[in-house]
């Protein structure tokens, strides 16, 4: 079964930093676009950052010169580096990717991990 995993996610200071990982899990996978979204409490899913397959970027205004996508096409894994943490950045953050396998694409989500930034 195919599915995305994210990981990395935890407690820590505002100021700090947070490394999550998306792993795509499956044989004969490949990840083409992929971004990073965000849930906080009582609000909407919010796009915080996408790479494409060959490696664009691009950040929404709030977390510009803050975090880094980034990829790993040989692991099937995106990245996303998060530095000088901010309360407001507490959230659920999730992985969305276009997965591909036989000729087939397909949109996927992770399960979502918990960064929570304390002030």
């Known amino acids: 079964q195919v599915q995305l995993v994210e990981s990395g996610g935890g407690l820590v200071q505002a100021g700090g930093s947070l490394r999550l990982t998306c792993a795509a899990s499956?044989?004969?996978?490949?990840?083409?676009?992929a971004a990073w979204y965000r849930q906080a409490p009582g609000k909407q899913r919010d796009l915080v950052a996408t790479?494409?397959?060959?490696?664009?970027?691009n950040y929404v205004d709030s977390v510009k010169g803050r975090f880094t996508i980034s990829r790993d096409n040989a692991k099937n894994m995106v990245y996303l580096q998060m530095n000088n943490l901010k309360p407001e950045d507490t959230a659920v953050y999730y992985c969305?990717?276009?997965?591909?396998?036989?000729?087939?694409?397909?949109?996927?989500w992770g399960q979502g991990t918990q960064v929570t930034v304390s002030s």
């Open positions: 499956g044989s004969d996978l490949s990840i083409n676009y």
């Open positions: 969305n990717a276009d997965l591909q396998r036989y000729g087939s694409s397909w949109r996927s």
């Open positions: 790479i494409t397959s060959g490696g664009t970027t």
